[in-house]
């Protein structure tokens, strides 16, 4: 009788990019993702900002796509863009922005614009450790707020318990996502983003019914409770294909695609390492406090893994 409707919109990043197209004009483009919240809405509420010595040459153009709405303009500039900004103002909630300076006779900067900081500074001379500091904060975030991966490594932590076989499980994991993610970013593999969304959901049901399994039979060991390593390994390398997409939506800089990729990998890994930590530490005071709840509370929460993964999986396949 008190129930509302709950929304969530999916962690893609608008793209904004300046370049250079000749002597004294550039090419300003931008992408912003459709969510929920602003389906149905007119063109983007995030609108670019262009440095204060450029004017536009003609009127933007702007179109819609099945996921995004996309822009153009063409600028003239009178001076040097060193010190001026650019960036989207208008992002909201939890949206971030890449945004990319690409100059024809120097470094390419890129920046992340979130709704607090819309606006970033094109430096003299580039930091060569913003990129990477960008591309960790965007992985870390992916599986912090990509709720699907995040339920993975929940059930993960549920099904082997603890210990070693908790540090084998997601080393397992890491290295079968980062194979791929890998792999598909450089262009060597690659798989269509709506069967891997399905099965990643698959892969989190699946192991909800391992680990309810496991709480009601605690002395019967399967094949995926003897050598949870593997399962996650498998799955692992499906996710490696969601982590892909997402990193594909964002785009990597051409100048940086060694250390953007690396950093990316390594804040999904630091986020998935905190997730796994702070679960250990919970489940630890659980034990020791209420010995008796335990069983219970790893009951309702697997039950809510697996009624969210069911439902995930329906959606993805009927669309």
């Known amino acids: 009788m008190l129930a509302a409707p709950l929304s969530a919109d999916e962690l893609r990043p608008a793209v904004l990019e300046l370049t250079q197209t000749g002597q004294d004009t550039w090419s300003l483009e931008w992408t912003v993702p459709v969510t929920p919240s602003t389906r149905g809405q007119a063109f983007p509420l995030a609108e670019p900002v262009i440095p204060r010595n450029c004017a536009l040459l003609g009127e933007p153009v702007r ?17 040097e863009l060193a010190g001026t900004e650019f960036g989207l ?50 992985g870390a975030e992916h599986i912090l707020f990509g709720w699907d991966h995040l339920l993975f490594v929940i059930a993960l932590v549920f099904l082997v318990g603890g210990g070693w076989a908790v540090v084998t499980a997601a080393t397992a994991f890491t290295v079968a996502h980062s194979i791929t993610l890998v792999a598909t970013t450089l262009g060597y593999t690659g798989l269509p983003s709506r069967p891997v969304e399905a099965l990643i959901a698959l892969s989190i049901v699946f192991l909800a019914v ?69 679960l250990m530490l919970l489940l630890s005071l659980l034990r020791r406090s209420a010995a008796s709840a335990e069983t219970p509370a790893l009951r309702l929460a697997t039950y809510g893994i697996g009624i969210t993964g069911s439902f995930w999986l329906f959606e993805r396949i009927v669309g």
């Open 63 to 79: 179109r819609a796509a099945p996921l995004a709405l996309l822009g153009r303009a063409n600028l003239q500039c009178s001076d």
């Open 89 to 138: 103002s208008g992002l909201i909630g939890n949206n971030d922005a890449i945004a990319r300076y690409v100059p024809l006779d120097a470094p390419v900067q890129s920046f992340r614009l979130t709704r607090e900081v819309p606006i970033a500074v094109i430096a003299a001379k580039p930091d060569r450790w913003a990129v990477a500091r960008d591309y960790f904060v965007i």
């Open 210 to 278: 391992e680990v309810m399994r496991a709480l009601r039979e605690p002395d019967r060991k399967t094949w995926t409770r003897r050598a949870p390593w593997i399962v996650a390994f498998a799955f692992g390398l499906l996710h490696g294909f969601g982590f892909a997409g997402a990193l594909a939506d964002i785009g990597l800089p051409e100048t940086e695609i060694a250390s953007s990729l690396i950093a990316f990998n390594v804040g999904v890994e630091a986020g998935q390492l905190l997730v796994i930590a702070v």
